[in-house]
């Protein structure tokens, strides 16, 4: 069974930075490619940010020069650290670990969500 857990979500004012934190189980010889992306309710979850497996990084056009997204393989995390917040930025982020790769037995390879952490940005 694979866990994703996202930390981190608070309350923070317009200007400031947070940083939230992706904790993944290791299954077998898999290899990951970690997702971040936010959702309002009733709304669909937009993608933020990725990193690949081979370190691949990409930003949706919103959050390009303020968020950074960073792997710590010895911690099994993917971290999102937020800078400059907006108002706009309040959302729930979720996390999710796409399973891949050779080692990876097929019926574990697939996508896996966390529950989501709250990120409340005040004006």
């Known amino acids: 069974q694979v866990r994703v857990a996202e930390t981190g979500g608070r309350p923070v004012q317009a200007g400031r930075s947070l940083s939230l934190s992706c904790g993944y189980s290791?299954?077998?010889?898999?290899?990951?490619?970690i997702a971040w992306y936010r959702q309002d309710p009733g709304k669909e979850r937009d993608f933020v940010a990725s990193i690949s497996k081979d370190g691949t990084i990409r930003y949706a056009d919103s959050v390009k020069g303020r968020f950074a997204i960073s792997r710590n393989s010895g911690r099994h995390t993917v971290d999102l650290q937020m800078n400059d917040m907006k108002p706009e930025d309040t959302s729930t982020y979720l996390c999710?670990?796409?399973?891949?790769?050779?080692?990876?037995?097929?019926?574990?390879?697939?996508?896996?969500w966390g529950q989501g952490t709250q990120v409340t940005v005040s004006s």
């Open positions: 999710k670990a796409t399973l891949t790769g050779v080692g990876c037995p097929r019926a574990a390879r697939g996508d896996y």
């Open positions: 290791v299954y077998m010889t898999c290899q990951y490619d």
